[in-house]
């Protein structure tokens, strides 16, 4: 067990058993290799049963939205970001929240370790310092770590959690390395009709299953303009039109908020790149309002407010 | 009916007889993961995979589906009549689907066939003219539970015909009068064929080792299995998206919609979800499952006790792709096992 797992065991237990919150959300082991369960942890002999690895991919700030009672919640730099930003926009009160910051090792990517071994049965995958090991019926190999992080870990600006109540282990480096402003660049050098070939490319497969929008902590409107039905905004079946609404609608209700955790890509059963979308709309943030979403607790969000110097407002 | 066997040299002979009389689907490899797709006489066919992806359900129940059309314009006398929609053009037949996704199509026809009066005609036309012509499995999957939901690796239920890959050949199991037919030309298999394979079907059994048990839930009526207090945690990292529904091959919710563009209209159905808090939303505002306990356990109850309870067959053939597929692990087995536990304990 890494270190980490074993501190956050420790802290979980002394807060509910100080009784300072009603429950510790983290996560705990999955049954099947490479994905762990979020987990909810309301006694100290629970607390036993958490873990983090490699394959907590969710972003467990969704699971503060609409929840009663004070919870403690596991939080690395993008789900601290994400809680930050549930509270400027009043979903989530501060004082009822307590944050367990952490340093993320940048998260797996199960489909990337699936495809090296095609059509080999993997039963269980575990991490091991700089490695990973990958066991089958009758196979054995190690995997270097760093090959098989999802995307958005790589460009990662801020792995360390930004607000937290207590901090579990060491800051460790800030950034994932690489150059997030690159994530959008290739869709800039296309032509829209590039641009469009290539979204009905990678949109096509959607099943319309909703993980997306169901596991991202920014999407809690209590009726998603998918689901209205008078008016109903969008057709509800596998007709492109319908489904590139969907998905095209819900990155614009993103903007200005996303923090790229991942976890839509994470969740997605048919492997559609979501950033693809929310990687440009978050750089034109950046640079028009030269704002990063969930860094404090006191910055409006810029699609929220008006402001008579916003980039956009007509001269 | 007696075995038979083909060389897989010679697959292709049987895949063109097969073609002739059908539009034949298979599972193809596509990057890293297998889905069904046409096939044509020439393609060679994958005989090395664990499933696919996606369930071929589609296949007789499509994620969308156009019931009728109509001219949307009340003042043209030919306006605002439904119109029926042509059935299936000819047979289709889907070849190596797992014995698994052949027994939830059984399990369908409860649902679909029920009875005369309430007859589906448009799942009947497309099961009437599907062939099923099955693939045993070798190498079950870690989410597999089959055995434990009266299915198995080898099921015979619900295909015409089942193939068991012995390396080289294939033994080659007609199961009925449509599979006799597809298969008379080939040659009678070898006692030591029809021996490999029952083997096969033992090691393939034997690798599956996570199951469900349901003893209890049967047992008991259905308040007291829906009152089980598993309920009060198993909802908790459930997201309610659609995921498991589906990808599963026995669940059969869907909705029915009128869409209309300009003087055109159509009434489609699509596939719902139960995860989905607008599934049970009535027009008054009020919802009989308007919590995420309420809908996790719906689905659980509706395969593993009103299911059974009602048609005396599992809703569940152990396939493992909502365990497998779960964006926040929820594992079936798990919950099965939950729910069998005593009460009060």
């Given at each position: 067990m890494n270190e980490i797992t074993q501190e956050m065991r420790a802290a979980a237990k002394r807060l509910l058993e100080e009784g300072r919150v009603d429950c510790v959300i983290g996560y705990t082991k999955g049954t099947v290799p490479m994905r762990e369960q979020p987990y909810f942890a309301y006694t100290p002999q629970e607390a036993e049963n958490l873990v983090w690895t490699g394959f907590c991919v969710n972003n467990l700030a969704n699971f503060l939205i609409g929840r009663s009672g004070r919870n403690a919640v596991i939080a690395q730099g993008c789900v601290s970001r994400n809680i930050a930003g549930l509270i400027k926009e009043n979903q989530v009160n501060r004082d009822d929240v307590y944050i367990i910051g952490l340093h993320s090792p940048g998260m797996l990517d199960s489909g990337k370790i699936e495809a090296e071994f095609p059509d080999r049965v993997i039963t269980e995958v575990e991490e091991d310092g700089e490695e990973i090991v990958v066991r089958g019926r009758d196979f054995e190999e190690r995997l270097?770590?760093?090959?098989?992080?999802?995307?958005n870990c790589y460009t990662c600006?801020?792995?360390?959690?930004?607000?937290?109540?207590e901090f579990l282990g060491e800051q460790g480096p800030q950034t994932g390395g690489g150059d997030i402003d690159k994530v959008a660049a290739p869709w800039e050098r296309l032509d829209p009709e590039q641009r469009w070939a290539q979204f009905e490319a990678e949109f096509k497969d959607c099943i319309r299953c909703y993980a997306c929008r169901n596991v991202c902590?920014?999407?809690?409107?209590?009726?998603c303009f998918v689901d209205e039905?008078?008016?109903?905004?969008?057709?509800?079946?596998?007709e492109e039109p319908d489904i590139f609404t969907f998905h095209i609608i819900r990155a614009f209700h993103c903007a200005g908020r996303c923090t790229d955790c991942g976890a839509c890509e994470s969740a997605c059963p048919v492997g559609i790149k979501m950033r693809y979308l929310t990687s440009k709309l978050e750089k034109d943030i950046r640079q028009l309002y030269d704002y990063q979403p969930g860094l404090d607790l006191e910055t409006p969000t810029p699609l929220a407010v008006y402001s008579s110097n916003d980039p956009d407002v007509a001269k | 009916m007696a075995d038979k066997r083909i060389d897989k040299a010679d697959f292709h002979k049987l895949l063109e007889k097969l073609a002739a009389e059908h539009e034949v689907f298979a599972p193809v490899r596509d990057g890293a993961s297998m889905v069904w797709s046409r096939v044509s006489p020439e393609q060679e066919i994958e005989f090395?995979?664990?499933?696919?992806?996606?369930?071929?359900?589609g296949y007789l129940f499509p994620q969308t589906e156009r019931l009728m059309r109509f001219k949307n314009d009340s003042s043209d006398p030919q306006g605002m009549i439904m119109e029926e929609e042509p059935g299936i053009s000819g047979k289709q037949l889907l070849l190596n689907i797992r014995p698994c996704d052949a027994k939830a199509f059984s399990i369908l026809d409860h649902i679909f066939e029920r009875d005369e009066r309430t007859m589906d005609v448009y799942w009947k036309d497309k099961r009437d003219n599907t062939v099923l012509v099955g693939l045993a499995c070798k190498d079950p999957c870690p989410t597999c539970f089959c055995t434990s939901v009266e299915c198995g690796p080898h099921s015979e239920e619900g295909l015409d015909v089942l193939l068991v890959d012995l390396g080289d050949r294939l033994l080659v199991r007609p199961l009925t009068d449509t599979g006799k037919s597809l298969t008379a030309d080939l040659d009678q298999a070898e006692p030591g064929d029809t021996e490999e394979a029952a083997k096969q079907k033992d090691a393939a059994e034997a690798a599956i080792t996570q199951g469900i048990t349901m003893e209890n839930i049967r047992a008991r009526n259905v308040l007291e299995e829906y009152e089980h207090p598993c309920f009060d945690r198993i909802f908790e990292s459930c997201i309610n998206c659609g995921t498991c529904t589906f990808y599963c091959p026995t669940c059969h919710c869907f909705d029915i919609q009128d869409e209309t563009q300009e003087d055109l209209g159509k009434r489609i159905r699509v596939w719902d979800t139960c995860?989905?808090?607008?599934?049970?939303?009535?027009?008054?505002?009020?919802?009989?499952?308007?919590g995420k306990k309420d809908r996790v356990r719906q689905r659980f109850m509706h395969k593993f006790k009103y299911m059974p309870d009602k048609f005396g067959v599992i809703g569940c053939v152990g396939c493992g792709r909502c365990t497998s597929k779960c964006p926040v692990n929820i594992d079936v087995r798990s919950v099965v096992n939950s729910m069998d536990e005593q009460i009060g304990e």
């Open positions: 270097e770590r760093k090959k098989y992080k999802r995307n600006t801020h792995r360390n959690a930004v607000l937290y109540d902590p920014l999407c809690y409107c209590d009726v039905n008078n008016p109903q905004w969008c057709g509800k079946g596998q | 090395e995979f664990t499933n696919t992806d996606s369930s071929p359900k995860m989905s808090w607008l599934f049970t939303q009535h027009t008054s505002g009020h919802n009989p499952r308007g």
